[in-house]
T-cell receptor
Framework: ETGVTQTPRHLVMGMTNKKSLKCEQHLGHNAMYWYKQSAKKPLELMFVYNFKEQTENNSVPSRFSPECPNSSHLFLHLHTLQPEDSALYLC???????????????FGPGTRLTVL | AQSVTQLDSQVPVFEEAPVELRCNYSSSVSVYLFWYVQYPNQGLQLLLKYLSGSTLVKGINGFEAEFNKSQTSFHLRKPSVHISDTAEYFCAVSLSGGYNKLIFGAGTRLAVHP
């Protein structure tokens, strides 16, 4: 499989559940991102990882916990979510994150999350 | 801080008609500019980007955009649209000289009708 893949594509969970979203990139990139896409709102950057190290946490609540075990995989662990967390969660990757870099970010198809 | 405004949330147009999707940005420093497209049930795909040089940028699927620094705009155009162009279009900026952090507009839904 090529590009950026995300599983599951759809997820319904209760507020007390624990679940994880998975992202995998087959592009040999070193930087990976989590975005939240809510209806009628701009995409919100949540986390950025470069060479497995977190370089950005955009004031995301602690009920979202990212994990990047290697440059090809990125997880988003979910715990005690709220209904307003329902959204499309997009993963992206790019070659690298040096200053002045302009590498294209490649996006996965997203996980549609519904919190009941 | 940087921000992006997409002036139209929805743009209906008939097939084979021209279309322009508007994007304005705000930034006190130089930026790079991008247009992404999101087809139903898919992730975002890069249409085109402006980094430097010629202000007219050509992208995939017959789209082009023009960077206007004085008006802080980066409008997307296509001279003749197809049904298959129906999608959500996002304008984004990143800081030139900064790391690869994209700031997105809210999106414009392009609906092409037969």
């Amino acid at each position: 499989e090529t590009g950026v893949t995300q599983t599951p594509r759809h997820l319904v969970m209760g507020m007390t559940n624990k679940k994880s979203l998975k992202c995998e990139q087959h592009l040999g990139h070193n930087a990976m991102y989590w975005y939240k896409q809510s209806a009628k709102k701009p995409l919100e950057l949540m986390f950025v990882y470069n060479f497995k190290e977190q370089t950005e946490n955009n004031s995301v609540p602690s009920r979202f916990s990212p994990e990047c075990p290697n440059s090809s995989h990125l997880f988003l662990h979910l715990h005690t979510l709220q209904p307003e967390d329902s959204a499309l969660y997009l993963c992206a990757s790019s070659q690298d994150l040096p200053r002045g870099n302009t590498d294209t970010q490649y996006f996965g198809p997203g996980t549609r999350l519904t919190v009941l | 801080a940087q921000s992006v405004t997409q002036l139209d949330s929805q743009v209906p147009v008939f097939e084979e008609a021209p279309v322009e999707l508007r994007c304005n940005y705000s930034s006190s420093v130089s930026v790079y500019l991008f247009w992404y497209v999101q087809y139903p049930n898919q992730g975002l795909q890069l249409l085109l980007k402006y980094l430097s040089g010629s202000t007219l940028v050509k992208g995939i699927n017959g789209f082009e955009a023009e960077f206007n620094k004085s008006q802080t705009s980066f409008h997307l155009r296509k001279p003749s649209v197809h049904i298959s162009d129906t999608a959500e279009y996002f304008c984004a900026v990143s800081l030139s000289g900064g790391y690869n952090k994209l700031i997105f507009g809210a999106g414009t839904r392009l609906a092409v009708h037969p």
